[in-house]
């Protein structure tokens, strides 16, 4: 199996997700500084030079100030750093981002497929092989979910209210799905107008599945409008799909375009 993969697009939000954490913990260390102002500028010692004597002042302000945006910026470096960074997963010995654990799942296809990781920016993850093309949207949170056709649930916990800055959060993932196969769908028919494909788009089909990726992800399905998977039965999926409208020059041309989509982005 081929893949392509924007390692710069990931190791740049990993950065980016390390450094907002850094200087959320920064405002938080100045928050906790300011705390302590009327122990170094007592309230009735009026205090030498416009800083101090803003400091003497302000400082509750600056102190409950800094602690929300601190929290608010080292939650957001979280989220970055939870979808695009190595992590232990827990029950296993796995140390992998996310895209590496969906490059794992789909081991042992041949050359005919080919991998796209956040290299396509409509579709993080998608496959193309004689079957046709494949879409993934990615769950790395700890869950546990409902799912009752087309509808989502993640029932609630005290874990889930102290996490929910920092988790990617649930979402509709069949919505989300959907309007990925749909991008992708455009994009073969922008190809088609820009005379880089020469083939039908609506005989290329695109199939998608929503992929839960961690092990302790508790999921109860009834009647899923949309495959629901674990990591192990993603190869299951693909293979399960009959047909093979991409074989020989079709599937080269759509790979080879979209392979060129990536190298633009």
Known sequence: MKVYRNLSYIKARERLGRRITLAGLLVLLLGLAASFTPNWLPPDEPAQGAVLRFLQQYWAYISFGALAVGFLASSAGSYFINRFAPRRWPGTKQIARPDELIERSLKGFD???TLFLWALASAPYLLVGPPGIFVFVVRGDKAQVRVEGDSWRERFSLGRILTAFTREGLGNPSRELEETRQAVQELLRQGVD???????????PVHGAVVFIHPRAQLTLESPTVPV???NEVKKFVRSIKGRPLNGSPLREVTEYLAGMQERS
């Open 229 to 231: 998977l674990r990591p």
């Open 111 to 113: 050359d005919k497929y």
């Open 194 to 204: 820009a005379d880089q494909l020469h083939l039908d788009p609506a005989g290329v």
